[in-house]
């Protein structure tokens, strides 16, 4: 079974200073994994995504993450905060392909990020 | 390009009210579709899944039902509400192909008063 962690509940960063969002994943073989954003209200808007190529992904608005395979980590980091990055983070591993569990998504519990002027 | 609507974007029903929300999804074909609800401190959970027309899995046994009708149509629905259905409830697509990442919709928020 596949299962993830994100560690901190909670980050509070000052604006202009770099953002670490915390992931461990579990799985029994390669991983796909994710990171969404979600502001109050709305939907869900993916950040980045790994499916087995390069280690350190690049995705939108500046957030990177790096896929780690000896530490099961893929933490999701931006080296300068700005205020409109203050939302809700979900780190978020891909089910096993085929039978009942095709395409299926694990989230984490989610990290709410505050950005202080 | 592909975009996913949800209608409508807030609700407020009475306990034992039905309930009927839809998700549509423009520019792709034979889309995968999901119900999720997102509870207040909670993360998300997968409510139903849809491989094709008229194909729905359950994942979990609940007050809630879904349907697809067409291939870019995916409903929610319930005969009586309970206040525990209360939640943000989130549509979403993905491709029948490889591709894993799934695309979500501007969701709904449901409350059961």
């Known amino acids: 079974a596949q299962s993830v962690t994100q560690l901190d509940s909670h980050v509070s960063v000052s604006e202009g200073t770099p953002v670490l969002l915390r992931c461990n994943y579990s799985?029994?073989?390669?991983?796909?994994l994710f990171w969404y954003v979600q502001h109050p209200n709305k939907g869900l808007q993916l950040l980045l995504k790994?499916?087995?190529?390069?280690?350190l992904v690049k995705g939108i608005n500046g957030f990177e993450a790096e896929f780690k395979k000896s530490e099961t980590s893929f933490h999701l980091t931006k080296p300068s905060a700005h205020m409109s990055d203050a939302a809700e983070y979900f780190c978020?591993?891909?089910?096993?392909?085929?039978?009942?569990?095709?395409?299926?998504?694990?989230f984490g519990q989610g990290t709410i990020l505050t950005v202080h002027p | 390009s592909q975009t996913i609507h949800q209608w409508p974007a807030t609700l407020v029903q009475p306990v034992g009210s039905p309930l009927s929300l839809e998700c549509t999804v423009e520019?792709?074909?034979?889309?995968?579709l999901y119900w999720y609800r997102q509870a207040a401190g909670r993360g998300l959970q997968l409510l139903f899944y849809?491989?094709?027309?008229?194909?729905i899995s359950s994942e979990v046994p609940q007050n809630l039902s879904a349907s697809r009708p067409q291939d870019r149509q995916f409903i929610l629905s319930s005969k009586k509400l309970l206040l525990s259905d209360s939640g943000f409830y989130l549509c979403?697509?993905?491709?029948?192909?490889?591709?894993?990442?799934?695309?979500f919709g501007p969701g709904t928020r449901l409350t059961v008063t």
């Open positions: 979403a697509w993905k491709t029948s192909g490889v591709s894993y990442e799934q695309y």
């Open positions: 799985s029994s073989y390669s991983p796909s």
């Open positions: 790994y499916t087995s190529a390069a280690t």
């Open positions: 978020v591993v891909r089910a096993q392909a085929g039978g009942t569990s095709y395409g299926k998504l694990t």
């Open positions: 520019g792709t074909s034979n889309p995968n």
């Open positions: 849809s491989v094709g027309i008229g194909q």
